[in-house]
């Protein structure tokens, strides 16, 4: 009687196991690394140090955890995600599109758990970026950069009325402000070829301030209603003082523009356009953005002369306020 209850006991465990939601195994690291290595495995790589894509068949994990911001990958697993390669990952062999497996909405939050705690990699660290100082006009710039450094070359973005363009060669970058982490990207950025070797990817001749602005631009890509920032709204520019404005004006702008801003410093003569004569100008009809950027990213950034140099490095943003303070009671 006992050994007949026993059994009983045994198969309604077993039955009540199988018919189990498996969100009661979130959090189960066993159970994270037995799907990673029945379904993930055969294409993905998730430990090793970095190899060339040529030997490889998918993009390596092993530091998926640090690379991929949590929303998207869940997305990913369950199969709500574009495929990243238009040319497949190997673009140098033929083969048919094979779909990505896909995962139960608790599978895919417990593979996610567990990547976000062991697919880490230390070389990834705090990115010295910080977005929300990011300003319309260095996504402006930062995407100049991403011609300029012949990112779509390779990389596939949104132009007018959501229209590819790009190669497609590596990973489509249109949504790639809700896909990556900053913090990864920017490390990647600093040295691609430290995780992609031998790939394709390219070490570019870039300064820390543009990489700013190229990094920041490709972090605000696909996200709806990015907030950027506005310094003109700052306690700086709350708190401005036109004494230390005229002493700005004296010290960086009277060579060019002239005393008071009359246009004739000594700075002018040779320059082609000449500065701007302020005084014949009503600056308080001149939009906060508008002088700021003229100051701060200089001429070419509004369209105006080259000769008009960025003062953003070498002023500080209280400078900066007192000096279009100034500008503005003359």
Known sequence: MFSWLKIFFVFSFLALSILLPSSLWAGNDGYAEKIINSQCKSCHRFEGKPKSKFEIKAPDLMWGGVKYQRPWLIRRLLGQEENLYPNGYRWDKLRLSLKHMILTIEEAKVVADYMEKKMLDSRVKKSPIDMSTFTKMEAELGAELFKEYSCLGCHQIKGEEGKLIGGPISTTLFDAGNRYTLDWLSRFTENPQDFTPHSGEYLADISMRKARHLIGYVMTLGVKDFKFYEPWTSKEFKNTDIESGAKVYKEYCMQCHGKKGGGAGPGAKGLEPKPVVHKELSLNDYPDDYLYNLIFYGGKSVGKSTNMPD??????????????????SN
């Open 311 to 328: 003062w953003g490095m070498t002023l500080s943003k209280q400078s900066i306020a007192d000096v279009i303070a100034y500008l503005r």
